[in-house]
């Protein structure tokens, strides 16, 4: 009852900010958007304050036939724009901060867990279609698409670091995909080409008022080292696993300063490169148990017993469902319903933030185990990804940029 007796409390307005601009950043102008090609976009003057968690990728492009009408049989998948790239990398300084590989999958695995229901409006506009992809296109009746992808869905650390960088030079790299076929969906032979006529880096220009800017200028000018933490997603893929129904995969040795705390697996089969087959939805290939080792340690501790046949697999939409609880600290608002989850995304995600003594020194073996009812079908692919904390110190006048963790 004691906030309705404060009368005496002041109005205070908030206006540290004295303005803020989103300025386009567009590729050097010989830059090109082929297949394999490099994308650079650099913001050079290195006196502005800037807000990278809030930027985002402008992708506008044309989908079509190799003679340039219109494209009957093929379609853009779910994400398709992230598909349209092999790599996104991120620079502080010429230093490499986060990168994300494979990025399809990638912001697939880690948007399927952590967008909700509220957001499904707005991630139309980043490409994100409903899952059945049955009432929406991301292209109109002539093949143009025309998205902004935000550029925390792809970097944990745009995710992550919600603060201003101030005197740094910043640069996004892209690399196109060798092929597009990941991109798209065919209902029959279509010689087809994605032409991407627009990229650019949208990023909001943040202005301070002059008494916060006095203080910021003083604390800049000590050259003191500010640290930057947030956490990376790391994508491993298991190409072909072999056709058993039981298989340990040892999926990397981390240091100990890149210690994992989320694990995502899943499983693919003959979708990659191939446009026959809708590349962004996941199989659950009747697995039966998942199992994390950290060196001796598992996660979970006992066997989930799923039965996909028979509805049994309430356990691993349970663990998919409370991850925003635990990542993000927030009441879970899953995007897939149960019903959806085990038909187009039965990813399997493993808490192991919470680590004995034992792994908090010394390299750690990251070893997944997976167990089938029956043989894994053919040329199915199984994805890891890892979700690791990371810390970036960078100095403002110096401009030195190191990686702690």
Not at 37 to 43: H, K, L, M, P, S
Not at 62 to 77: E, H, I, N, S
Not at 115 to 143: C, F, H, I, Y
Not at 338 to 347: C, D, S, V, Y
Request: net charge negative; glycine share 4%; charged share 25%.
């Amino acid at each position: 009852m004691e906030e309705i007796l404060n009368i005496q409390t002041p109005v205070m307005f908030d206006e540290s900010v004295a303005h803020d601009e989103t300025h386009s950043h567009k590729p050097y102008a010989s830059s090109s958007f082929n297949n394999s090609d490099e994308i650079r976009i650099a913001v050079q003057h290195q006196d502005l304050t800037l807000l990278p968690s809030k930027s985002s990728l402008h992708v506008y492009g044309k989908l079509m036939k190799t003679d340039g009408t219109v494209a009957v049989a093929t379609t853009l998948v779910n994400n398709a724009i992230c598909h349209l790239f092999e790599e996104v990398r991120y620079e502080l300084n010429a230093i490499e901060i986060d990168i994300s590989k494979n990025v399809g999958l990638t912001s697939l695995m880690k948007g399927y867990a952590s967008l909700n229901p509220s957001q499904a409006w707005l991630m139309e506009n980043a490409g994100w279609l409903d899952v059945e992809e049955r009432n929406q296109k991301l292209t109109d009746p002539n093949g143009y698409f025309d998205v902004s992808v935000p550029l925390s869905t792809i970097l944990g650390f745009a995710e992550d670091y919600r603060e201003i960088v101030v005197n740094a030079k910043h640069e996004l790299i892209l690399t196109r995909s060798k092929t597009d076929a990941n991109a798209v969906l065919q209902s029959a032979d279509e010689d087809y080409k994605i032409r991407i006529d627009k990229v650019e880096w949208l990023i909001p220009y943040v202005q301070l008022s002059d008494q916060r800017k006095l203080g910021l200028l003083s604390f800049i000018e000590k050259d003191l080292p500010i640290s930057m933490s947030f956490r990376t997603w790391e994508l491993y893929e298991y190409p072909m696993l072999p056709t058993t129904s039981k298989h340990v995969w040892t999926v990397k040795t981390s240091t100990q300063l890149e210690k994992p705390r989320y694990i995502l697996s899943g499983f693919q089969t003959n979708r990659k490169n191939n446009a026959r087959r809708n590349a962004s939805r996941i199989d659950h290939c009747d697995i039966t148990d998942v199992k994390l080792f950290l060196n001796s340690q598992s996660y979970p501790y006992g066997n989930m017993n799923l039965d996909m046949n028979h509805n049994q697999y309430a356990l691993l939409y349970d663990m998919y469902a409370h991850f925003q609880a635990v990542y993000y600290g927030k009441d879970p608002e899953p995007l897939l319903k149960k019903g959806e989850f085990l038909q187009f995304a039965p990813i399997t995600i493993i808490d192991c933030s919470k680590q004995n003594e034992s792994l908090k020194y010394g390299p750690v073996d990251i070893r997944l185990e997976f167990e089938a009812k029956d043989n894994f079908p053919t040329e199915t692919s199984a994805y890891c990804l890892i979700l690791h904390d990371r810390v970036i110190e960078y100095n403002p006048i110096s401009g030195g940029v190191k990686k702690l963790v």
